[in-house]
């Protein structure tokens, strides 16, 4: 994903063959205001590939076909802003940090599964492997 100085960003495939790198796909996905903090993908069973492209205050789902179409399948506006995320490869779940230092995790549906928070620390970032979600704080 490539952001503009003046806001937006588009999607870029780029292919990596023989030492060469050449462009094969590129799509102008939002023109105004807004800016990509993460691109994360999700793993399907379907031939489309799915990812989420997380901004400061809105996740958005999209596919991309095997036709070259890139479809925005559902977008969750988020109310404090997003300062950190990552998606269990394992079970499509997409955890973030907002800013007020909470993990929210929700499915590859745009639905809440849980809130984590903890009455001491406040979280800031978020790493996830296959077993497990680790939250970062100061």
């Keep these: 994903v490539e952001n503009e100085t003046s806001g937006g960003y588009r999607l870029l495939f780029w292919e990596v063959k023989n030492n060469n790198v050449n462009l094969i796909f590129s799509s102008e996905l939002e023109g105004t205001g807004t800016t990509c ?15 989420a492209i ?16 890139v479809t925005l ?3 969750i ?19 973030f940090v907002d ?3 909470r993990g929210i ?8 599964i849980m809130n984590v928070s903890h009455p001491e620390e406040s979280f800031n970032c ?5 077993k497990f979600a680790y939250f970062g704080c100061q």
Excluded: P
């Excluded at 995790?105 to 809440?112: A, H, S």
């Design 37 to 51: 903090l993460n691109l994360l993908f999700f793993e399907s069973m379907v031939s489309n590939l799915q990812f």
């Design 54 to 69: 997380i901004e400061n205050n809105c996740v958005k789902y999209w596919e991309f076909a095997t036709d070259g179409k």
């Design 73 to 75: 399948t559902n977008r």
């Design 77 to 95: 506006h988020i109310k404090n802003g997003i300062t950190s995320s990552c998606i269990s490869r394992l079970n499509n779940l997409l955890i």
């Design 99 to 101: 800013d007020m230092g």
């Design 105 to 112: 995790v929700i499915n590859n549906k745009g639905q809440m």
């Design 126 to 130: 978020i790493y996830v492997d296959d």
